[in-house]
């Protein structure tokens, strides 16, 4: 397996604009984890699936953030509209139930993103 | 609610020096806490875990639940071991990991 697959590795935008982050999780996996990482705030949770599911979505900064799952091996993070402080590396990851209480969470190389 | 902090964002040492880092963790309940490493071009991935009680690559962690710590130790620091360091607790119940802002290790020769 590839491990987890994460589309683009960089996304370089202007501000106002629709960015969609891509992730495939590792097969078989039920768990799929969206973090984002800055240096002032290290890594954040911003919204996590079970079984295509969100679970908890409190992580989110607010309505111009979505995150779609439509099925096992895809899920999506839009930005709409964009703004330069969505700037930050985007981690996509997975796990898979059972080991999920072991915190074993397999990540992507990440998306990093700047909005100009 | 569950928080992790990591007070140093720097840590530089000379190679053979001992290496502590520091992490302090608020929550009620038990937590599992757990230590990951993004090594530089490498994906992050998981160090140890405390429920292991396992020592890799010479790391060590021990869970403190009086001082809520869970500080991560080796005795005699390596080049190789330069990277950023992430501190994380997962509490019952939630399968998603809380992080703390991390600290980088920088092991000069």
């Known amino acids: 397996d590839a491990g987890v697959i994460q589309s683009p590795r960089h996304e370089v935008t202007e501000m106002g604009q629709e960015v969609t982050l891509r992730c495939k999780p590792i097969?078989?996996?039920?768990?799929l984890f969206w973090y984002r990482q800055t240096m002032m705030r290290g890594l954040e949770l911003l919204i996590y699936?079970?079984?295509?599911?969100?679970?908890?979505d409190s992580g989110m900064p607010e309505d111009r953030f979505s995150a779609k799952m439509p099925n096992a091996s895809f899920s999506t993070l839009k930005i709409q509209p964009s703004e330069p402080r969505d700037s930050a590396v985007y981690f996509c990851?997975?796990?898979?139930?059972?080991?999920?209480?072991?915190?074993?969470?397999?990540f992507g190389e990440g998306s990093r993103l700047t909005v100009l | 609610a569950q928080r992790v902090t990591q007070p140093e964002k720097l840590l530089s040492v000379f190679k053979g020096a001992p290496v502590e880092l520091k992490c302090n963790y608020s929550?009620?309940?038990?937590?599992?806490l757990f230590w990951y490493v993004q090594y530089s071009r490498q994906r992050l991935q998981l160090l140890l875990r405390?429920?292991s009680r396992e020592s890799i690559k010479g790391f060590t962690a021990d869970l403190n639940k009086g001082e809520t710590s869970f500080h991560l130790k080796k005795p005699f620091a390596q080049e190789e071991d330069s990277a950023m360091y992430y501190c994380?607790?997962?509490?019952?119940?939630?399968?998603?990991?809380?992080f703390g802002s991390g600290t980088r290790l920088q092991v000069q020769p």
């Open positions: 990851a997975s796990s898979l139930l059972g080991t999920g209480d072991t915190g074993e969470l397999f």
């Open positions: 097969s078989g996996h039920d768990y």
């Open positions: 699936f079970n079984n295509n599911v969100p679970i908890d």
């Open positions: 929550y009620s309940g038990s937590p599992e």
């Open positions: 405390h429920i």
């Open positions: 994380a607790l997962i509490s019952t119940g939630r399968r998603a990991l809380t």
